[in-house]
């Protein structure tokens, strides 16, 4: 899934496998003594990567994150930005990943802890977005368009989602739908 080393490739792939599970037995209700037994650690080993059984899923949220950054970061500099959103979300919930995003969303969205987790972690990305998109508008990283820009982008990300789990749409469009409501001044026009 991702080019990461060490410590932080051992809590991925951790993760990743605490997210398998939880997809095949269709919930996150499962102790954490299960969770290890099947992961392949030991309980102690399950605490250092994770503080709580609602963190397991942090890591993979990270890596999408990072994926949204790294395709935002690397796309033609000319590129139009809503084309590099999209395709940053192809990337990051889409594509590969995508039967993991309908089968671990649902999941996530149902449980208390992980639905906070899942919103610090669109939070953070929000605040990491911020310098990745600031180039690509000519502006700063502290200017109200950057960081206008970088809510827009965390926004139709868990509006997306939200609604994939809701209405079972699709997320991909929802999230283009939502990137041009962002963008289209609605409110403004109101």
Known sequence: MAEVEGVAAARLRASE??????????????TIAEIADVIGVSQRTFYRYFPTKAESVSPVFDWTTARFEE?????????????????????????????????????VFADAEMWSVFLRKVHDGERSFVSIIAPRLASGADSVAA???????ASATRIALEVMVTAGADPEAVYANTIDAFASGAIRQQ
């Open 17 to 30: 496998r605490c997210c398998d599970l939880f997809i095949s037995r269709g919930t996150t209700d499962v």
């Open 71 to 107: 395709t935002i970061t690397k796309a033609a500099p000319g590129a139009p930005l809503p084309e590099v959103l999209l395709a940053a979300f192809r990337a990051g919930l889409g594509g590969a990943q995508e039967a993991r995003t309908r089968a671990l969303f649902p999941l």
């Open 147 to 153: 960081r206008t820009a970088a809510a827009a982008v």
